[in-house]
């Protein structure tokens, strides 16, 4: 029977989503990405902090997990599974149409065959949108994606910074881009720069009702 992985280098690896998280039978770790990853693409459902996606310039490949999805999964279901999890979809009757509503916002599923010894891998991958893309843009986008709205929480660019280091992810410009943001946070680490910021958020908040 083919077997068929979901290769995960972002927020995917901690959060696959309802639909591939309990279709995952197996992982394989420290898997490095065959294209260039950054954090090169602003997402509208994280207010608009930056991301991870494929770069054809600059970045750097990086550590992801292949998530070995169960019997049975063919790969029009994988695909759609992918594609539903990367745009924040819920209902399962939509399905992925690569030829539909071309763009740079356009989430495609593209398969790596024979990859770490399974038949089909597939990834997600979406154009970059971050210009200039420069560490000091990113600290800036960063900071700003903080909110204080329940349903932000933990979707900010600070955040999805702090996980992508604790998965060992390390980027051409992230070193920088950390630093840039604790220069601008005057922390110490980016727990800290978070803290701060959602501190001052409150205070406004604050403010503005007295």
């Known amino acids: ?3 068929i992985g979901i290769l995960a280098y972002g927020s995917l690896i901690d959060n ?14 420290d898997v490095n990405t065959p294209f260039r990853v950054e954090f090169a693409r ?14 054809t310039e600059g970045g750097a490949s990086v550590k992801g997990v292949i998530l070995i999805l169960r019997d049975g999964i063919s790969e029009t279901e994988a695909k759609n599974m992918l594609w539903r999890r990367e745009t ?14 071309p763009g740079d916002n356009k989430v495609y599923a ?36 903080v909110s204080l709205k329940k349903k932000d929480q933990g ?16 980027t051409l410009l992230m070193s920088a881009y950390e630093q840039e943001i604790l220069q601008r946070m ?12 959602i501190n001052l958020l409150q205070e406004n908040a604050g403010s503005l009702r007295a």
């Open 186 to 197: 005057n922390a110490k680490n980016l727990e800290e720069a978070l803290s701060l910021q």
């Open 110 to 145: 593209e398969p790596l065959e024979h990859f770490k010894g399974i038949n089909v891998v597939y990834y997600a991958r979406i154009a970059a949108n971050i210009q200039p893309l420069t560490p000091s843009r990113l600290a800036k986008l960063a900071i700003q994606s």
């Open 155 to 170: 979707r900010d660019g600070i955040s999805y910074l702090i996980n992508a280091k604790a998965n060992g992810i390390q």
């Open 1 to 3: 029977m083919k077997r």
């Open 16 to 29: 696959p989503g309802p639909e591939l998280g309990p279709n995952t039978v197996a992982k394989i770790k």
């Open 88 to 101: 924040n979809c819920f209902d399962t009757r939509k399905i992925y149409q690569p030829h539909a509503n």
């Open 42 to 55: 602003k997402s509208r459902s994280r207010n608009y902090a930056p991301t991870l996606v494929p770069v």
